[in-house]
């Protein structure tokens, strides 16, 4: 466990990120839009680099917020952003929470928390364009818990907890977790393309999958459980961090493992769980090695081929590093 290595890298990162910012406030490429930009608020401020995080979520505000609390107004969404609608939103709401910047974090929430659904508690994975027959998703409702948490939309947030333990609960079998449902209650299990197996099925042993979305589950879950003192939480957030314990050779060392070893890390300090400790640091150490020379990180859980991935690689990086650094400091 090398939580000196872990800071310094952190600080490295850091100091590449501001490094890439615009005189107003902005990050390239700055058409790219949410892909590029809605996680650097969260991390900034994580680092104590608030007046850097402020001058971009005036950028936000100024460009990409419309009225209705929604970030599409000047740029469309690329990559995953087009698929997941609610991802992006959640951590910039989380993020301007974190800064104080209500102008934006309070209509933002306001937006975010209308794509729950009102009866399953699960996000609407498409976000406004959606109807509440489509599809609810694990990433979507994870992120959009843990913004609740942070916005402190407590409601929402238990809503979100008890739509993640029902699909663990409504799983058909055990050698594969599917990751969607439609209300009223019913897993996602056929019915989609081949092609896009890849964000309806976590596969036990395969590797190159999205272990984002369980790792996310976990983490809020966990989050969630501590809050409220829940071992039925704590419980659900083991198993889908167990899960992707069962996936392939890669989970440690894919662009899409580092939501795990925060997951990991945060139930390491709720349980003292020493399986936990392990993965934490395994993949801690492995973003280590994948950091580079300058401090930045070419891809990130979410990347997609695309110019903004090692803009948002490196604030996810950051984001988790310096939770992995947090909790195991705490669990000590």
């Known amino acids: 466990m090398d939580l000196r290595g872990y800071r310094q890298a952190v600080i490295h990162a850091t100091k590449w990120l501001i490094s890439q910012q615009q005189k107003d406030g902005a990050f390239v490429p700055a058409d790219q839009g949410l892909a ?42 690329v990559g995953f952003m087009e698929r997941y609608h609610v991802y992006p939103n959640a951590w910039l709401v989380a993020g301007a929470q974190k800064l104080g910047l209500f102008s934006l974090s309070w209509p933002a929430a306001g ?13 609407l994975t498409a976000g406004p364009s959606a109807s509440l027959k489509d599809e609810q998703d694990l990433l979507s409702t994870a992120s959009a818990g843990l913004a609740c948490l942070y916005h402190g939309a407590s409601d929402a947030a238990l809503r979100a907890g008890e739509f993640l333990t029902w699909l663990l609960e409504a799983q058909p079998r055990g050698n594969v977790l599917f990751t969607s449902a439609r209300y009223p209650e019913k897993v996602v299990t056929d019915g989609f393309p081949e092609a896009d197996d890849f964000h309806y099925v976590l596969h036990m042993g395969r590797p190159a999958q999205f272990y984002a979305p369980a790792a996310m589950a976990s983490l809020f879950l966990t989050k969630l459980g501590d809050a409220l003192g829940s071992e ?12 992707i314990e069962g996936g392939g050779d890669d989970r440690y ?3 899409r493992s580092g939501f795990l070893g925060w997951a990991a890390a945060e139930l390491y300090t709720v349980t003292g769980g ?54 195991l400091t705490l669990g000590q």
């Open 111 to 123: 937006f975010l928390v209308a794509l729950q659904h009102p009866k399953s508690g699960g996000f």
């Open 232 to 243: 039925d939480y704590i419980t659900a957030a083991r198993f889908y961090l167990d899960f």
């Open 274 to 327: 020493q399986n936990y400790l392990r993965v934490a640091t395994t993949v801690a150490d492995n973003l280590m090695k994948q950091q580079l020379e300058n401090g930045s990180w070419l891809q990130g859980s979410m990347s997609a081929d695309l110019e903004s991935d090692v803009i948002d690689g490196t604030a996810e990086h950051i984001i988790v590093l310096k939770g992995i650094t947090k909790a």
């Open 253 to 255: 060392t894919s662009i």
């Open 36 to 77: 590029t930009c809605h996680k650097v608020p969260y991390a900034l401020a994580l680092m104590g680099e608030e007046e850097r995080a402020a001058r971009l979520c005036g950028w936000i505000v100024e460009h990409l917020m419309d009225g209705e609390g929604d970030f599409s107004k000047l740029y469309p969404r």
